[in-house]
């Protein structure tokens, strides 16, 4: 009986080398020479135009960062990164001086229309405004003109350095500060392009906001900031996604992303993350270093991370909510994917200050071939957060014998009013689950993906619909070749 | 007439001992065949080894299934592929799948196997008006429709839940696992109501069951004798009824 592809034995690891977001984009580029001091700071900054009081935080940033070492507490392992041999700062020639849209490369244009995002006026996605980050810089955004209409200011970082100083001056940092960890201070030393987002007050943002970030060329970081301000009574639905080429050589990403909600304001924050894993022998892929933090600033404001991380060689990421506001409310909803040798060390931190604040925490965790996969969360209750609540909820699932799941939670609480939940499952897709859907006609490849979509759904209905949609194809195609 | 299933000789083992010990059985189209015997006599072993279930590993013999007049050899096909030739089993224990709707399950199951006979596929719409007279056989509260597939369920539910299965994927050769182990007579009678609704002249049923009690609902045709991994005794419907009144033992020896 030809019954070996049922056996969990041979559902493993010959998973999908078809990234097919994995092209180099042929382009003319600008780049400072390779290594990291204060000169090279000085010139990326000069290259920015930046007024002084950007190029201090930097320098302060990076003589804070020479003082740090790097974490070595998640359950990641890889050769020690040189960061003298990165270079800091790339751009396509062509684009420094240009502004509008209509004017951009059409290598650019191209490269993103295989990417799956129109910028062209005519072909743009109707109902979600975009920002496109091209390896440092950002090279354009849409639908700015209907967005200024109401307020919305939504534009790369560089140019809010210029146009918008106050708010920057008043918001950067102030959720994840310089000092806050070794990928965070250097990233403030050396980041080069983001989006900025603010929404005035009782504005509901029209149209979704969404960042594409690209790396292209080698041998070189990406050192991405955001900057999400909602002001008072405030809505934003904003959308990340990213990819870059298949390379040998690893890519460092290290971003920083700050989001501030005031009263009654939210923020729904959700990424697709599909950076290059590597191949199966676990060379190349991205090291995603990124620190992601919200703020519920203001009373009843609510900020919610939701992720699907599918892509990196190795992730690093704790998007995290201060739950300051009276009332105010924190979520993240995760879906990780981890295959080959690919290792992923994700969670969440919730820290209740405020009182009645409220968090839910829902991670899947996938785990196939000789991946590792962990959770890490915190859940903090500090003494002044009376009626606090969380739910949390950590389930894993390994496919095949080789892959590893940790579930790694942190739970403080330090008033006793407070009501913590939490739940945790590991599972393993069972030969009887695969041998029911099999036997109702289901080939195998279409049963793992019931299984799995299934087990997600909780994550994926929090994702807005095309997203949502993109996200379950994007695990398929992912678990595709993972069955024997 | 040719046989829909013929099971020639068959040996299976299960964790390397043998439990099928050199099987023969038929069966025809139209026609409906009770399996009984003691516990361990491999009555269950039998249904997961025409349904395809990997730990059962066939060491000896046949098993044939009819498809377009030809005799197809189900020991070469995977499970999926044994579904979409017609071959369902209703599961003794069936399977839990959360964050799966069961309608979701069902219309994925009903258009893989119509794809795979070149039959139209169904969209959203039209799968659940068809659905819903298929509800009714098994008189089903449209509520499961949306609660994922077996989760939560009774044991009476998810019984119900694999004839509603059957009687969407309309197959030519049912095997009923213990279908009527743990149902009360209202729920048996419900079960046995939406087997025969769905009995014609082309496909066939073969119950295995413990009970004479199911066969007052359903009327078998042959009742089987499976004891030791082998068919010891074959007969028709009266056999059920001197089983229930002697058991096995006039038999064993």
Redesign the interface.
């Known amino acids: 009986m030809s019954s070996d592809k049922l056996t969990t034995e041979g559902l493993t690891t010959q998973i999908d080398q078809g990234y097919k977001y994995g092209f180099v984009t042929e382009i003319e580029t600008e780049q400072v020479p390779r290594g990291l001091n204060e000169d090279i700071i000085r010139l990326i900054s000069s290259k920015k135009n930046e007024p002084e009081w950007m190029l201090e935080y930097r320098l302060k940033a990076y003589r804070h960062w020479l003082t740090m070492t790097e974490p070595t507490w998640a359950n990641v392992s890889y050769p020690k990164i040189d960061f003298n041999d990165i270079v800091y700062y790339s751009a396509p020639k062509k684009q420094s001086e240009k502004k509008s849209l209509d004017e951009i490369d059409p290598e650019l244009l191209k490269t993103f229309e295989r990417l799956g995002i129109p910028l062209g006026e005519q072909k743009r996605i109707s109902g979600v405004a975009m920002d496109v980050v091209f390896d440092s810089v950002s090279i354009g955004t849409t639908h700015q003109k209907d967005l200024e209409k109401v307020g919305v200011i939504f534009c790369s970082i560089s140019e809010a350095v210029h146009k918008h100083p106050e708010l920057v001056r008043k918001y950067l940092s102030s959720v994840v500060p310089v000092s806050d960890n070794y990928y965070a201070a250097l990233n403030a030393a050396v980041f080069t392009d983001g989006s900025f987002v603010y929404v005035p007050k009782g504005v509901r943002c029209p149209i979704d906001l969404s960042t594409y970030f690209r790396i292209n060329a080698s041998e070189t970081g990406q050192f991405e900031r955001t900057l999400i301000v909602a002001d008072e009574g405030s809505f934003v639905n904003y959308l990340e996604g990213c990819t870059a080429p298949q390379r040998d050589e690893n890519q460092l990403h290290a971003a920083v992303v700050e989001l501030i909600a005031l009263d009654d304001a939210e923020i729904k924050y959700s990424t697709v993350q599909n950076w290059y894993t590597g191949d199966k022998e676990g060379r190349g892929g991205i090291y995603n270093f990124v620190t992601k933090r919200g703020t519920c600033k203001g009373a009843r404001s609510k900020i919610s991370w939701t992720q699907v991380e599918s892509g990196s060689a190795i992730t690093w990421k704790y998007p995290s909510c201060i739950l300051l506001g009276e009332g105010s409310q924190g979520a993240f909803y995760s879906v990780a994917l981890t295959h080959d040798k690919m290792q992923a060390d994700t969670g969440t931190k919730m820290i209740h200050i405020g009182k009645n604040t409220r968090s839910t925490i829902i991670s899947k965790g996938i785990s196939t071939g000789e991946s590792r996969n962990t959770y890490r969360g915190q859940v903090k209750v500090m003494p002044s957060a009376v009626g606090a609540r969380n739910y949390s909820q950590c389930d894993s699932m390994l496919v095949g014998d080789k892959s590893n799941a940790t579930t790694v939670p942190y739970i403080e609480v330090k008033n006793d009013t407070a009501v913590l939940e939490h739940e945790a499952t590991t599972s393993r897709i069972s030969e009887d689950q695969l041998f029911y859907l099999k036997s109702r006609g289901l080939d195998t490849e279409s049963s793992i993906s019931m299984l799995v979509n299934g087990f997600c759904k909780d994550v994926f209905k929090q994702l807005p619909l095309e997203f949502s949609v993109e996200a379950v194809k994007l695990i398929e195609m992912k678990l595709e070749n993972s069955v024997g | 007439m040719a046989n829909l299933l013929e099971i020639t000789n068959l040996h299976a083992n299960v964790d390397g001992k043998p439990v099928l010990k050199g099987l023969n059985l038929k069966v025809e189209p139209g026609s409906v065949h009770a399996i009984m015997g003691p516990n361990g006599a491999g009555k269950s072993t039998l249904s997961k080894v025409i349904?395809?279930?990997?730990?059962y590993?066939?060491t000896e013999g046949s098993m044939k299934f009819e498809v377009n007049f030809k005799m197809k050899d189900l020991?070469?096909?995977?499970?999926?592929e044994?579904?979409?030739d017609g071959v369902?089993?209703a599961?003794q224990y069936?399977?839990?799948?959360?964050?799966?709707s069961n309608e979701t399950?069902l219309r994925?199951?009903f258009n893989?196997?119509s794809k795979?006979q070149g039959a139209e596929e169904m969209n959203e719409e039209q799968f659940r008006k068809f659905l819903q007279k298929k509800m009714e056989l098994v008189s089903m509260d449209p509520k499961f429709l949306d609660r994922?597939v077996n989760t939560g369920f009774s044991g009476g539910e998810k019984k119900r839940n694999e004839i509603l299965?059957m009687a969407v994927?309309s197959p030519r050769l049912a095997i009923l696992d213990e279908t009527d182990s743990g149902l009360d007579i209202d729920a048996l009678r419900i079960v046995a109501d939406g087997v025969n609704k769905l009995k014609s002249p082309d496909n066939a049923v073969v119950l295995i069951t413990h009970y004479q009690r199911l066969l007052d609902y359903i009327v078998p045709d042959f009742v089987h004798v499976l004891a030791d991994g082998k068919i010891i005794e074959t007969g028709d419907k009266s056999l059920a009824l001197k089983l229930e009144e002697k058991g096995y033992d006039w038999l064993l020896q």
């Open positions: 349904a395809g279930h990997p730990a590993e066939v020991l070469e096909m995977e499970p999926d044994r579904a979409r369902f089993m599961f069936p399977v839990e799948v959360p964050g799966v399950f994925t199951s893989s196997i795979a994922a299965q994927l």
